[in-house]
Every structure is written in C-alpha cells, then in structure tokens.
C-alpha cells in the first residue's frame, strides 16, 4: 500500500498537474513538513520537561551516542567495503556516509510511544540525548566535512 501510493503520488503527479502546478504542489508539501516538524519538536520539548532527568540517564545518553556512532561506522563500513572491491567510491565516501546517519523526530516521537513504565523515562532520556547530538553536532558540521573531503584539486601553474 505505502509503495503504491509513493508511485501514484510521484509519477501520477508528473502526467497530471503542469509544471508551474507541481511545483506550488511541492513548495506546499515541504512547508507542510517543516510545520507538522516543528510541531513535533515543540511536543517532545515539553514532554522531555516533565521527565524526571538524572545524572545516570544523561551518561546512559552519551554512551549511547558513542554506541550509535559505533553502530553506524560498522552498518556503512563493511558494506562499502565489500561493494568497494568492484566499485571505486570518492574520497571520503564512507565518513560522510557515516556522519550523515541523522537520527529525529521519528525516533523521539516511537521513544515517546511505549507506555509508561519503569523503563520509559531512561528510554526517553537516551533517545533525546542521541537525536540532540545528531541535530546540533552532526547536523551543523556536516557541510563543512562535505567541503573539506570534496575539496576541488588546486590548480597548478605551468611554466610556458
């Protein structure tokens, strides 16, 4: 079902509405998506608030992020490794691959799913700390390790 309606809404989309149309339709739907997540992040904000917040569930949170960048580097690196052995990828290719791995909104609001219970504070807590990591950290210096790894060669002079 969620395949049908990807390929209806993308291709339907392109037979069915004009050009100037499609893209009013598209600049629509974004900011659509930038309300419903702001939204989302203004709720978790507040529930985030009302949760009782310790010393342990905050280190339980960095040593998460450590673990989910640890995850990250194994998920990406043994799969280009492998492909790389008939594929030659870009200088760089892996590390931006692995520091573009942005974890959101989805895993906060799942986080925020489970029902109460003993566990769900720390859950919670740990889920928070990773997605601000991954926002501020990751996020905000992705496009400098992107300039830095696809640095154009600098020219050389010839003598005549």
């Known amino acids: 079902m969620v395949v049908a309606g990807l390929f209806a809404g993308n291709h339907g989309t392109m037979k069915t509405v004009s050009g100037q149309t499609g893209e009013y339709l598209s600049m629509f739907w ?3 998506d930038e309300m419903m997540n702001s939204v989302l992040f203004l709720l978790i904000g507040l529930e985030v608030l009302s949760i009782h917040q310790s010393r342990t569930y905050l280190i339980a949170g960095i040593v998460a992020v450590g673990c989910v960048l640890a995850g990250r580097t194994v998920s990406v690196a043994i799969p280009l490794g492998v492909i790389g052995l008939r594929i030659r990828f870009p200088k760089g290719t892996t590390r931006l ?3 573009g791995g942005l974890r959101g909104a ?3 609001a799942l986080a925020l799913l489970l029902p109460h219970g ?3 504070e720390l859950i919670v807590t740990v889920t928070y700390v990773v997605v601000v990591f991954s926002v501020l950290t990751q ?3 992705f496009g400098w390790l992107l300039r830095k790894l ?3 060669p600098e020219p050389t002079i010839t003598a005549p």
């Open 97 to 99: 691959l692995i520091w």
């Open 106 to 108: 989805i895993s906060l």
């Open 139 to 141: 996020g905000t210096t």
């Open 118 to 120: 003993p566990q769900r």
């Open 30 to 32: 974004e900011i659509v």
């Open 150 to 152: 696809t640095s154009p």
